[in-house]
């Protein structure tokens, strides 16, 4: 079983950065890959970035689009914790950020039906 709390979350002026946290709790917390998401209003969830360990103390990210460039995504082990590095922030990044997790890389990534999710923490972004 793994519990997801996210938070960092806030109010923030276009231009500005965010740091995202992901608590994990549950044993298997190491082996799963992570990821974030995002739902502003009206609109449907999307991923933003997700990541998962590829052997030795090598990790895989992966990114959408409106990410790359501005976002990154790391996990800290030792802690049990994952995290989203949010700078350049735009307004239309205004959003309820959610953490996934789950066993599959190919369930979390492409279907974004992960099996373990946050309740979210909500970053607002400013003109």
């Not at 938070?7 to 276009?14: E, F």
Request: with cysteine; hydrophobic share 35%; glycine share 12%.
């Amino acid at each position: 079983q793994v519990q997801l709390v996210e938070s960092g979350g806030g109010l923030v002026q276009a231009g500005g950065s965010l740091r995202l946290s992901c608590a994990a709790s549950g044993s298997t917390f190491r082996s799963y890959p992570m990821g974030w998401f995002r739902q502003a209003p009206g609109k449907e969830r999307e991923f933003v970035a997700a990541i998962r360990w590829s052997g030795g103390s090598t990790y895989h990210a992966d990114y959408a689009d409106s990410a790359k460039g501005r976002f990154t995504i790391s996990r800290d082990n030792a802690k049990n914790t994952m995290y989203l590095q949010m700078n350049s922030l735009k307004p239309e990044d205004t959003a309820v950020y959610y953490c996934a997790a789950d066993p599959s890389w190919n369930i979390l990534r492409l279907s974004g039906g992960a099996h373990y999710w946050g309740k979210g923490t909500l970053v607002t972004v400013s003109s």
